[in-house]
Nanobody
Framework: QVQLVESGGGVVQPGGSLRLSCARS????????WGWYRQAPGKQRELVAN???????NYADSVKGRFTISRDNAKNSVGLQMNNLKPDDTAVYYC?????????WGQGTQVTVSS
């Protein structure tokens, strides 16, 4: 059974940084895409960034130049470095992995950007 566990959320002041991590357990196909999504109160869940098997990335316009997604295939994990955080970045952040035959989600981690 595949499980994803996020860590690294918290409270940070505007302009600060946080790094999220997501670790996977369980076997999956070699070809997969990791993604980070977020959901703010009253809003739909949205894609923040994703990274494909061989490293190609895609970012939401709102985070380009501030966030960096990375994957460590040896450690079965994905990270999201978030710099210059803004109050609008406040949300629950979820990791997700798309594999042949399925999609798996983590439980989410809260990120709050506030002075």
């Amino acid at each position: 059974q595949v499980q994803l566990v996020e860590s690294g959320g918290g409270v940070v002041q505007p302009g600060g940084s946080l790094r999220l991590s997501c670790a996977r357990s369980g076997s999956i196909s070699r070809f997969n895409t990791w993604g980070w999504y977020r959901q703010a109160p009253g809003k739909q869940r949205e894609l923040v960034a994703n990274i494909a098997t061989f490293g190609s990335t895609n970012y939401a316009d709102s985070v380009k130049g501030r966030f960096t997604i990375s994957r460590d295939n040896a450690k079965n994990s994905v990270g999201l470095q978030m710099n210059n955080l803004k109050p609008d970045d406040t949300a629950v952040y979820y990791c997700r992995i798309d594999v042949v035959g399925g999609t798996y989600w983590g439980q989410g981690t809260q990120v709050t950007v506030s002075s």
